[in-house]
Nanobody, 118 residues
Framework: QVQLVESGGGLVQAGGSLRLSCAAS????????MGWFRQAPGKDRDFVAG????????RYADSVKDRFTISRDNAKMTVDLQMNSLKPDDTAVYYC???????????WGQGTQVTVSS
């Protein structure tokens, strides 16, 4: 089993930045990719960004391209999400996720709240 623990959420003004971090432990060798999803109040969970452990291939949702950057540290088994130029629409609970195979995410963290004020 892979355990995922998020940190770094909080309150920020529009235009500001936040950095989320996810620490993975357990059978991390069994995961191919890591990523972030988010869920705003009353909405579905949406994909934000993903990255593979092996070669660092990344994927982003169109809504965050050029503003968010995902990175990983294989030695520390951490995945970070640097969020710049934040907008009120980015307000959501952000979840760290892991994919056992391909980009099929099947492990979820508890989530961390990000609130962007206007």
């Amino acid at each position: 089993q892979v355990q995922l623990v998020e940190s770094g959420g909080g309150l920020v003004q529009a235009g500001g930045s936040l950095r989320l971090s996810c620490a993975a432990s357990g059978r991390t060798f069994s995961s191919n990719a890591m990523g972030w999803f988010r869920q705003a109040p009353g909405k579905d969970r949406d994909f934000v960004a993903g990255i593979t452990w092996s070669d660092g291939t990344t994927r982003y949702a169109d809504s965050v391209k050029d503003r968010f950057t995902i990175s990983r540290d294989n030695a520390k088994m951490t995945v970070d999400l640097q969020m710049n130029s934040l907008k009120p629409d980015d307000t959501a609970v952000y979840y760290c996720v892991a994919a056992s195979v391909g980009w099929a995410y099947d492990k979820w963290g508890q989530g961390t709240q990000v609130t962007v004020s206007s």
